[in-house]
């Protein structure tokens, strides 16, 4: 959140609102977005940023200055946030550098301002991508739904991002919130599954859980067998209390990953199931766990 002073009493300024921290009495730039003033050093800036670099303050705010200092408006066709800029400088100026304490929220107002669509600090950005990526697993082992996932897959989306569409893709599609009522900042307009996403990512998500189930429908309705005939006695006496019903119970159908690593983590062995046929039973369900992530990719084509 944007902490900001009082308006300026200047006339001629009335309206703006000049940030309480960075406003730098020896700034040499005031850099203007929407109705926020930062008073900055123009040679930090316009080292790292390409655009704030080739916007001439001329053409911006002739007639504006502050403090004998011209000041640099933000173009509003960049759709740069006010609190982004905020980010932005807490990064710049060390306050608040990239961590792994770092919130979500900061992380990803970070990469968007940091992006050639917006101001365009190449490195800032290079260094939120990275972090960001390591956010979430690409691996279909011990899945785990990530947090963020909706928010991310946008910015993973318009931002091109592959390395981690595929696991926001899958966790996004397998968490609808048809249960959930929509946020008070929702159009009622909105995709119902996916009320914080575009209707085009939405139907996209929608489409990827119908391939999910019809994949994994006879996988889960299907008792296991065995190499040894009692082993598979174990699978068809125990299936539908120990995996069909706690899939129903949880919506383990839609998570194929999830309920695979469920059944793999089943003390088979304890329910009397050979050695032998646990291992091979494992390689198997590992097998189509790996099937499962490598048919999303054709899926999402």
Not at 65 to 75: E, R, Y
Not at 89 to 101: A, I, R, W
Not at 181 to 196: G, I, L, N, R, T
Request: aromatic share 6%; with cysteine.
């Amino acid at each position: 959140m944007t902490t900001v002073g009082s308006p300026l009493q200047d006339p001629a300024e009335s309206g703006l609102r000049r940030h309480e921290k960075y406003w730098f009495d020896d700034g040499s730039l005031v850099l203007r977005a929407h109705n926020d003033i930062f008073k900055v050093h123009r040679t930090l800036l316009h080292r790292h940023s390409k655009t704030l670099a080739s916007l001439s303050t001329s053409e911006n705010d002739s007639t504006h200055h502050l403090d004998d200092v011209a000041v640099q408006h933000i173009p509003e066709h960049l759709d740069v946030r006010s609190q982004d800029v905020e980010t932005l400088l807490q990064h710049l100026y060390h306050d608040q550098p990239l961590g792994d304490d770092t919130l979500f929220s900061s992380l990803a107002a970070l990469f968007k301002v940091s992006s050639k669509q917006q101001l365009d600090f190449p490195e800032i950005h290079a260094l939120a991508r990275s972090r960001l990526e390591r956010l979430f697993t690409t691996s279909p082992e011990a899945f785990s739904r990530p947090e963020n996932a909706e928010e991310a897959l946008a910015l993973a989306v318009k931002y091109d991002i592959p390395s981690i569409r595929k696991t926001l893709y899958y966790t996004v599609a397998t968490h609808p919130h048809e249960a959930e009522d929509p946020a008070p900042d929702v159009s009622e307009d909105a995709p119902k599954s996916h009320p914080h996403l575009s209707p085009e990512l939405s139907v996209r998500c929608d489409a990827l859980l119908e391939k999910l189930v019809d994949q994994f429908t006879p996988v889960l309705f299907t008792v296991a067998t065995a190499g040894h005939m009692a082993c598979t006695g174990v699978f068809a006496e125990k299936w539908m209390t120990l995996v069909i019903g706690p899939a129903l119970e949880d919506n383990g159908l839609c998570r194929p990953l999830e309920t695979l690593d469920r059944i793999i983590g089943i003390d088979w062995a304890a329910e009397g199931v050979c050695t032998e046929c646990v291992r091979d039973k494992t390689d198997e369900w590992r097998a189509e766990q790996r099937e499962v992530w490598a048919r999303i990719d054709d899926w999402l084509r």
